[in-house]
């Protein structure tokens, strides 16, 4: 493993910085522990693939119900337009609440995974970019 010294780190703090935002990620060993440091865009580009599958239904109401495949949420709005938006909303929420309660929600074993997913939400730039994430998909119920 590539590994840089957090000694050598600490001493070098603003080259450290430099080579990261311009060159490549690092990774620092501090005695057993590891830390990994990329720059934003890097990470982005690792995230890419955590995109979401939302199936859209149409209820007998006229309401329309979302439900995310990769988190479960699930919306109902008067209209796709509503519910989409709420669907982002609630995206949004999920993961600032998972953020926030870090310890908890990623030592769930059911939450675990949902750590990218979280991630490209919290990187995007406003609910627009969350909405890009979402691939839909008209089901029948």
């Known amino acids: 493993m590539f590994t840089v010294n957090a000694t050598d780190v600490r001493k070098e703090w ?12 690092k990774i620092i060993k501090r005695t057993r522990d590891y830390v990994f440091v990329s720059n934003i865009d890097m990470i982005k580009e690792m995230l890419k693939a955590y995109t979401f599958t939302a199936n859209i239904l149409n209820e007998d109401d006229g309401t329309v119900t979302i439900s995310l495949n990769e988190i479960d949420i699930v919306v109902n709005g008067k209209d796709e337009d509503e ?4 669907l982002v909303d609630d995206m949004i929420e999920y993961a600032e609440d998972f953020y926030n309660d870090f310890q908890y929600w990623y030592s769930a074993p059911n939450r675990r995974e949902h750590l990218p ?7 995007q730039d406003n609910s627009e970019g969350v909405k890009k994430l979402i691939k839909c998909q008209h089901g029948k119920n």
């Open 117 to 123: 997913y979280v991630l490209n939400i919290l990187l």
């Open 14 to 25: 603003a080259d450290f910085i430099n080579s990261v935002v311009r060159e490549k990620p």
């Open 83 to 86: 519910a989409l938006n709420l």
